[in-house]
């Protein structure tokens, strides 16, 4: 049987009139039979640091008193080989979505299809897990399910089995999304701000060895970003 592959996304400033110039989509991949291992260790993480096993973390929450422990979370990432993450930074200044004949929902669509296109294989199967946004989230998680698994001409849902809200107090693994697509979302959007969240932006960074700036190449594994511009062609 082919291996099984869970997905675990999130987003930041997705929403169409959100005052915001970017919109950054990721994706943490891991594969199933080390999900509970991982989350284990995560927690464990949480407790070396005083806090409890149900803390949620998030990079809204990043803090001076808490930079350690977020450190330690993002060389975790790094020092795993089972875990690898992409991101999508997708521009929103210059969109024309009439132009396209789309709407906002559609366009998200699309952005969905270039964070998670790359990353599905036909000799693996998959697991995508979003985390719940809002009342209309179901519907767009079976819409996405549909187009993804037409893109790849999965029609019998073989490779791509199953795209599921989950809640992401309860699954460390979004967390995690969630904390590496913020660093990504501020270094693109903010140049000043909070040092604590700079400091983990120059750990990522350092780690990585990328700026978060630009786009990686389409081979790298463990930490990737695309950006993508409505005002010109982009070629991964």
């Given amino acids: 049987m082919k291996p099984l592959v869970n997905v675990y996304c999130d987003e930041s400033c997705y929403l169409l009139h959100d005052q915001q110039d970017i919109m950054v989509l990721g994706a943490v ?56 993450f992409r991101a999508v930074v997708a521009r929103k200044i210059g969109l024309d979505h009439d132009a396209f004949g789309q709407d906002h929902d559609t366009w998200y669509y699309k952005m969905y299809f270039q964070l998670l296109g790359v990353l599905l294989s036909p ?18 998680i079976e819409k996405l399910h549909d187009i993804l698994c037409n893109s790849k001409y999965d029609f019998d849902r073989r490779i791509i089995e199953r795209v599921q809200q989950v809640k992401s107090h309860e699954v460390e693994q979004i967390q995690l999304a969630d904390l590496l697509i913020g660093a990504v979302s501020h270094v693109n959007r903010i140049k000043d701000g909070s040092p604590a969240k700079h400091e983990l932006i120059a750990r990522v960074q350092q780690r990585s060895g990328y700026s978060l700036i630009k786009t990686t190449l389409l081979g790298e594994s463990k930490f990737n970003v695309f950006h993508w511009s409505p005002k010109e062609v982009v070629h991964e």
């Avoid at 891991?30 to 927690?43: G, L, M, N, S």
């Avoid at 464990?44 to 809204?60: D, Q, V």
């Fill in 123 to 140: 000799l693996a199967r998959y697991h995508i897990y979003v985390d719940i946004k809002d009342t209309r989230s179901q519907k767009k």
């Fill in 29 to 84: 991949t891991c594969p199933e039979e080390k999900v509970r291992e991982t989350a284990v260790r995560i927690r464990e993480i949480k407790s070396k640091h005083n806090l409890s096993p149900y803390f949620e973390l998030k990079w809204t929450k990043v803090s001076p008193g808490k930079v350690g422990f977020y450190r330690d979370i993002i060389d975790y990432f790094f020092d795993d080989d089972d875990l690898r």
